[in-house]
């Protein structure tokens, strides 16, 4: 059974993360200021999924189980497939902005599908 709802929650998370990372990579210049912008947009996020996920003790990832077994670890293997397959270009020949973004869809798209395929506890 696909749950659409928390699906749809871990998705929209990662798609905040990854435009607000684009955001910050893709504005500022130096090192130093990137990671002290990253380490705050990562707080503040943090701070934020953790208030929502009070008022809504359904959504919390450890309130669930998933349906189908192995769906995470598949996804994994999947995409570390990909990024042999494709790393080597994403990583010469594409901008930093392109790779990250490339990257944080890899790092989401287990959590996502798991998402999909899990039910309440």
């Given at each position: 059974?696909?749950?659409?709802?928390?699906?749809?929650?871990?998705?929209?998370?990662?798609?905040?993360?990854?435009?607000?990372a684009?955001?910050?990579?893709?504005?500022?210049?130096?090192?130093?200021?990137?990671?002290?912008?990253?380490?705050?947009?990562?707080?503040?996020l943090?701070?934020?999924?953790?208030?929502f996920?009070?008022?809504?003790?359904?959504?919390?990832?450890?309130?669930?189980?998933?349906t189908?077994?192995?769906?995470?670890?598949?996804?994994?293997?999947?995409?570390?497939?990909?990024?042999?397959?494709?790393?080597?270009?994403?990583?010469?020949?594409?901008?930093?902005?392109?790779?990250?973004?490339?990257?944080?869809?890899?790092?989401?798209f287990?959590?996502?599908?798991?998402?999909?395929?899990?039910?309440?506890?």
């Open positions: 059974m696909i749950d659409w709802k928390y699906g749809g929650y871990v998705l929209g998370c990662w798609l905040i993360m990854t435009l607000a684009s955001w910050v990579i893709f504005f500022s210049t130096s090192l130093i200021i990137k990671l002290i912008l990253l380490g705050i947009e990562i707080a503040f943090t701070f934020l999924t953790s208030s996920e009070r008022k809504h003790p359904t959504l919390r990832e450890k309130n669930r189980r998933p189908l077994p192995y769906v995470k670890l598949i996804t994994f293997v999947i995409v570390l497939v990909v990024l042999f397959m494709a790393g080597d270009y994403v990583f010469n020949k594409l901008s930093p902005l392109l790779n990250l973004v490339f990257v944080f869809s890899l790092c989401s287990p959590q996502v599908i798991s998402g999909l395929f899990s039910t309440a506890k």
